[in-house]
């Protein structure tokens, strides 16, 4: 059986990433230098998770990459669901949103996605329910009048 | 003009799965809170979410997180404790999927208190 540095090598391969994320890039209406720039920081992603799994490729490493892997995976969570709110926001505001947004959020899913094959769908349910009960209990702050801007 | 059918709406509430799965749009009835009831088979394969491990989740949450913002579960949870929901829109998916536009209808029927989430596909 493989180890996890192992399956998170073949799950960061550049070879498949960085096809989709320009199959992405050329989805919408981007220009020639937008497409580059989404194509550029999904090989850059790509690139530090095989760092990531090249630094922790021991054995006795596996329960801080597992540690690692779902920290990464709130990162692009949390990355597609601020990409998301400007899209939605931007459509219901201006009728239309800018097309490198939705390329982004995109982009970040597809990662996401690609690590979740490495994660247990039990942590993968408590990582997504906690990163909504998280921000649900500081929009509730907010409403409160328990969350103040710092100055 | 509403992406939805007048016909399709005057049926609601009584949709039974194999009518749901032969509408050309997504349907997912969900609860009060937003759990699943009822996914249609467009919608699940438009999202890429099989219909198993969709229904008994809750939607805005779980099952379409770029829904759970004040644009889509606010105006939900506004409409169901006010009794009354009849909204449509534009919006856009991204999560697991290319850039999918879309136009959405909540709609909430009163007399059966159930809600539905109707999902259209719409051009760029």
């Known amino acids: 059986m493989r180890s996890l540095a192992e399956q998170l090598i073949a799950v960061a391969d550049p070879s498949i990433i960085i096809p989709t994320s320009r199959n992405i890039a050329e989805s919408v209406d981007l220009s020639a230098e937008e497409r580059d720039s989404l194509v550029a920081d999904a090989a850059s992603l790509s690139a530090q998770i095989l760092a990531l799994a090249s630094s922790l490729q021991d054995p006795d490493d596996e329960l801080d990459l597992y540690r690692s892997l779902a920290a990464l995976w709130l990162e692009l969570r949390f990355t597609w669901q601020r990409q998301n709110m400007v899209a939605n926001y931007d459509t219901i505001r201006t009728g239309t949103c800018a097309p490198i947004v939705l390329a982004r959020a995109s982009a970040a899913s597809y990662l996401l996605m690609r690590l979740e094959s490495l994660l247990a769908r039990e942590h993968l349910d408590k990582l997504g329910d906690t990163a909504v009960e998280l921000l649900d209990g500081l929009r509730t702050n907010v409403v409160t009048g328990n969350l103040h801007v710092a100055a | ?124």
């Open chain 2, 1 to 124: 003009m509403s992406f939805v059918p007048s016909q399709f709406m005057s049926q609601i509430p009584s949709i039974a799965r194999s009518h749901a799965d032969d509408q050309p749009f997504g349907i997912v009835q969900v609860d009060d809170t937003g759990v699943i009831k009822l996914y249609n088979r467009f919608e699940s394969e438009m999202a890429g979410v099989a219909v198993s491990s969709a229904e008994g989740r809750n939607f805005f949450t779980q099952v379409a997180p770029c829904t759970n913002n004040r644009l889509m579960f606010g105006k939900f949870k506004d409409g169901v404790a006010k009794g009354e929901l009849d909204s449509e829109f534009n919006y856009t998916f991204t999560y697991k999927m290319k850039p999918t536009n879309v136009q959405i209808r909540l709609y909430r029927h009163a007399p059966s208190a159930t809600n539905w989430v109707l999902v259209g596909l719409r051009a760029a």
